[in-house]
C-alpha cells in the first residue's frame, strides 16, 4: 500500500487546517525479548499483525466485483477530508513511565485502558490527531480508537480468527462517526459499532475492552507503575491544541451527520451509552454528574453508572486544559463476590453503603475493608447523543425524560 498525503481538513467549527505528509503507517521494528527503554521511553514487543490479502479493496471501491453486499447504504459514506491514511495511525507507540510525563495537565483527558494488569493511558492530546494507535496491552493486540466528532473512545481486540488485524484511518465518515480499514483486506470497519461494513469482511464483529476517559490525575494517582502514551509519534503535530475549539456547544450542529435525528435529546447532549447486542441504554452526562450515580439494569446485568467531576472536555476550548469540565465516567457491575453494592460519591470518590469503602473512579477500592478489589468494568462510550440514537435508535434514556 503507497502512503497517502493528508490534505486540507474543513473542521465543523469553521477553522481550517493543513498538516504536512503521513508516514507510511508501517510499525517501528521491535527489538528481540521484549520492552527495551531509550531516553525514557519504551518501546513493547507487539503482536505481530498477519500479512496483506490479494483481493478486492473496500478502501478503493466498497461495491467492487467479488465482495459481499455491504449493510450499510453506501450512499452516506461520506468524506470527512482528508484521503485515506491522511490522518496517520500510530503504529509501534512509544511510552513514558507516568511518573516521568511532563506534557500533560491534572484536568486533562486520557483513554485509559487495563488489560491484566497492564495499564495504558492514551492522552486525547494526541489521539485527537492520530485517532488509532494498533498496540498491545497485557500481551493482547488492541487497538485503541478515538473519534473527535463523536467524542468516542473504544478499544478492540485486534484478532479475528486466523487473522491479527491493523488498523488505519479511511477518510471516511459514516454518521459522522470515525470509519477504519483493516490493512489485511482493505474491508471497512465502523469505529461507532466495532463492526465491517464494506468489504471481504462484512458483517465481521470485534471483540471489544472497556475503556474510560479519565482525567490525567486521577489516572496517574490509581497507576503510578502504568505507562503513557508518548508524543514521539513519528509525526509532527500540535498536540495539545484542540482544533475543534467550539465544537463541545448545545447549540452545533453535528458535522456532516446526513441522519435522521432523535428528537428525544438535542443532538449535541452528552451521555454514556452501554449497550449488550440489541438492549441499550444512555445516561444523560448533565444528570449523572449532579446526582453522582445512577443504577441501571441492562440485559439481565445489575449496573452502576458514576461520574466525578474534574475532566475537561477535549472540545471546547483551543487549549485543551481550558474546556469546560464534563467530568470523569465509569459504569461497572454492582455485585462483587455475590454480594450487590449500592454507592453514593463522596468529595474523594464514591463510598458503598454495605461496607463503607471508597472506591476510586476507575471502580478500585483504595480504603476500608474492600481495599484492594476491582469492580468488573463494563464497556461504555462517553459520546454525544446524536451519534449513539443513530446506531443504537432503540436506546432507554435514564433517568427517564420528565
Known amino acids: 500500500m503507497a502512503p497517502r498525503l493528508r490534505s486540507l481538513v474543513v473542521l465543523p467549527v469553521a477553522v481550517a487546517l493543513v498538516v504536512t505528509a503521513c508516514g507510511t503507517g508501517e510499525p517501528r521494528p521491535t527489538p528481540p525479548g521484549g520492552a527495551s527503554t531509550a531516553e525514557d521511553l519504551i518501546e513493547i514487543d507487539q503482536v505481530a499483525s498477519t500479512g496483506r490479502e490479494n483481493g478486492p ?47 500533560l495537565d491534572d484536568r486533562e483527558p486520557v483513554v485509559a485502558i487495563e488489560v491484566d494488569g497492564d495499564a495504558r493511558a492514551y492522552p486525547v ?11 498491545t496491552v497485557g500481551g493482547e493486540p488492541i487497538a485503541i480508537s478515538y473519534c473527535p466528532l463523536c467524542n468516542s473512545a473504544i478499544a478492540y481486540d ?10 488505519g484511518t479511511s477518510g471516511l465518515l459514516y454518521n459522522s462517526a470515525l470509519v477504519m480499514y483493516d490493512r489485511q483486506t482493505e474491508s471497512l470497519w465502523s469505529h461507532f459499532t466495532a463492526q465491517a461494513v464494506a468489504g471481504v469482511l462484512t458483517g465481521e464483529e470485534l471483540g471489544r475492552r472497556p475503556t474510560a476517559l479519565v482525567a490525567w490525575s486521577e489516572w496517574r494517582s490509581a497507576n503510578p507503575d502504568g505507562l503513557v502514551l508518548s508524543r514521539s509519534t513519528g509525526h509532527q503535530r500540535d498536540y495539545g491544541r484542540n482544533p475543534y475549539a467550539g465544537y463541545d456547544d448545545i447549540d452545533q450542529s453535528p458535522f456532516l451527520f446526513d441522519g435522521e435525528a432523535d428528537g428525544r435529546l438535542r443532538a449535541m447532549t452528552r451521555m454514556v451509552g452501554i449497550h ?22 441492562l440485559a439481565g446485568r445489575d449496573l452502576v453508572v458514576w461520574a466525578l467531576p ?7 476550548d483551543s487549549r485543551i486544559p481550558d474546556g469546560r469540565d464534563v467530568g470523569t465516567t465509569g459504569v461497572f ?12 460519591r463522596v468529595d474523594e470518590g464514591f463510598v458503598d453503603e454495605q461496607t463503607g469503602s ?10 476500608g475493608e474492600l481495599a484492594g478489589r476491582q469492580l468488573t468494568r463494563v464497556a461504555h462510550v462517553d459520546t454525544f447523543w446524536f451519534a449513539w440514537a443513530a446506531f443504537l435508535p432503540d436506546t432507554e434514556i435514564v433517568p427517564p425524560l420528565e
Open 57 to 103: 479493496s473496500a478502501l478503493d471501491d466498497p461495491a467492487a466485483d467479488g465482495l459481499p453486499a455491504p449493510i450499510i447504504d453506501l450512499d452516506r459514506l461520506v468524506s470527512g477530508g482528508p484521503p485515506p491514511d491522511g490522518i496517520p495511525a500510530i503504529d509501534g507507540p512509544l511510552f513514558h513511565p507516568a511518573g516521568d510525563v511532563d506534557f
Open 125 to 135: 492530546q494526541i489521539l485527537t490527531w492520530h485517532e488509532i494507535v494498533n498496540d
Open 158 to 167: 485486534r484478532r479475528l480468527g486466523d487473522r491479527v488485524l491493523d488498523f
Open 276 to 297: 449488550d447486542g440489541d438492549d441499550a441504554l444512555a445516561v444523560q452526562l448533565d444528570a449523572l454528574l449532579e446526582i453522582g450515580v445512577v443504577e441501571a439494569s
Open 310 to 316: 474534574g475532566t475537561a472536555s477535549a472540545l471546547d
Open 333 to 344: 457491575e454492582a455485585e462483587l463476590d455475590g454480594r450487590s453494592l449500592r454507592f453514593e
Open 358 to 367: 471508597l472506591w476510586n473512579v476507575l471502580g478500585e477500592a483504595v480504603e
